[in-house]
């Protein structure tokens, strides 16, 4: 299944942004929350951006591997999932905007671009 490759690397991806997490909060003492540290403000909000976007993204990846996608879109979107979280991730982590706003471009259209191939194959699939 190709929507498994880009789940296990969304997986990582998150697993990568918590374990920045806990370790700037063991490195702050920081029990729970941000502690008012702006830098773990930083990454918390990178490991949450990525857990808000990352399931709808990997639901529509799959949905639209199980309608019967075609396997060079599926490759595409599921490259685009992964390229556009790390680069939004990187532009939060290290303050730069334009990686920021690069990576949630690439978020958002991969979004309306995978919606609406499902909705292509849906469509397709009830109307023939």
Do not use: C
Not at 24 to 41: C, H, P, S
Not at 97 to 109: C, K, P, S
């Amino acid at each position: 299944m190709i929507s498994a490759v880009y789940a296990a690397l969304a997986a990582l991806l998150i697993a990568w942004l918590s374990l920045r997490v806990i370790k700037l909060r063991r490195a702050k003492k920081v029990i729970f929350g941000d502690g008012g540290e702006t830098d773990l403000q930083i990454a918390i909000r990178a490991q949450g951006n990525a857990t808000e976007y990352i399931p709808i993204l990997l639901i529509l990846l799959l949905v639209l591997e199980l309608s019967g996608g075609h396997v060079a879109l599926l490759h595409t979107g599921g490259l685009a999932i992964i390229l556009g979280r790390v680069v939004h991730a990187r532009g939060l982590l290290h303050a730069n905007l334009d990686q920021r706003v690069l990576g949630m471009q690439m978020t958002i259209f991969t979004l309306i671009g995978l919606a609406i191939a499902n909705f292509g194959y849906a469509a397709h699939a009830a109307f023939g």
